[in-house]
T-cell receptor, first 108, second 115 residues
Framework: LAKTTQPISMDSYEGQEVNITCSHN???????ITWYQQFPSQGPRFIIQ???TKVTNEVASLFIPADRKSSTLSLPRVSLSDTAVYYC?????????FGAGTRLFVKA | KAGVTQTPRYLIKTRGQQVTLSCSPI?????VSWYQQTPGQGLQFLFE???????NKGNFPGRFSGRQFSNSRSEMNVSTLELGDSALYLC??????????????FGPGTRLTVT
């Protein structure tokens, strides 16, 4: 299963757009790219999932280039409550591997 | 629709004991996965069950086992507990009727402390 690499941490300010890029060089043809958000002492929460190109929902956008070796999660106009750990992962074969995650800290 | 529930939420056990954790998936979900989360190792996949069958297993010793019942509820058991088993154990459910893309819904976890 493809290993993912993300920045360990990022800082931002309220109202800014945050882009978190994830590398997954060994992604397989059947793998999907999924992002989760986790707050302390809670289980991860699904944010968005995609296979290729661009996916958008009410909370985020996911950009995936044609080679699918990386992906970028875009959070528009973050707020203090978006402070959390964000996990990029690839899923395939009924098995999910989480990376170390990116700790996003949003400041006022 | 009720979310994923896990019981108990907190547990303290002694080394050498065994423990059983329970997970009730979202109604209609047939897949249940278990994860261990620790500060040092992050979120690690334990195993996944679908329709009472274990479909995939992570790299954990045989002391970690699980099962799924006909109503999709799942249990995981850890025997001969070690200090390093102290962790947050998370259960996630999904439809997962196809390989690859699926959305998992996580429960709040069971915080296990081994002394």
């Amino acid at each position: 299963l493809a290993k993912t690499t993300q920045p360990i941490s990022m800082d931002s300010y309220e109202g800014q757009e945050v882009n978190i890029t994830c590398s997954h060089n060994n992604i397989a043809t059947n793998d999907y790219i999924t992002w989760y958000q986790q707050f302390p002492s809670q289980g991860p929460r699904f944010i968005i999932q995609g296979y290729k190109t661009k996916v958008t929902n009410e909370v985020a956008s996911l950009f995936i280039p044609a080679d699918r070796k990386s992906s970028t999660l875009s959070l528009p106009r973050v707020s203090l409550s978006d402070t959390a750990v964000y996990y990029c992962l690839v899923s395939g074969g009924f098995k999910t591997i989480f990376g170390a995650g990116t700790r996003l800290f949003v400041k006022a | 629709k009720a979310g994923v529930t896990q019981t108990p939420r907190y547990l303290i056990k002694t080394r050498g004991q065994q423990v059983t954790l329970s997970c009730s998936p979202i109604s209609g979900h047939r897949s249940v996965s278990w994860y261990q989360q620790t500060p040092g190792q992050g979120l690690q996949f334990l195993f996944e069950y679908f329709s009472e069958t274990q479909r995939n297993k992570g790299n954990f010793p045989g002391r970690f086992s699980g099962r799924q019942f006909s109503n999709s509820r799942s249990e995981m058991n850890v025997s001969t507990l070690e200090l390093g088993d102290s962790a947050l154990y998370l259960c996630a459910s999904s439809w997962q009727d196809r390989v690859g893309g699926y959305e998992q819904y996580f429960g709040p976890g069971t915080r296990l402390t081994v002394t």
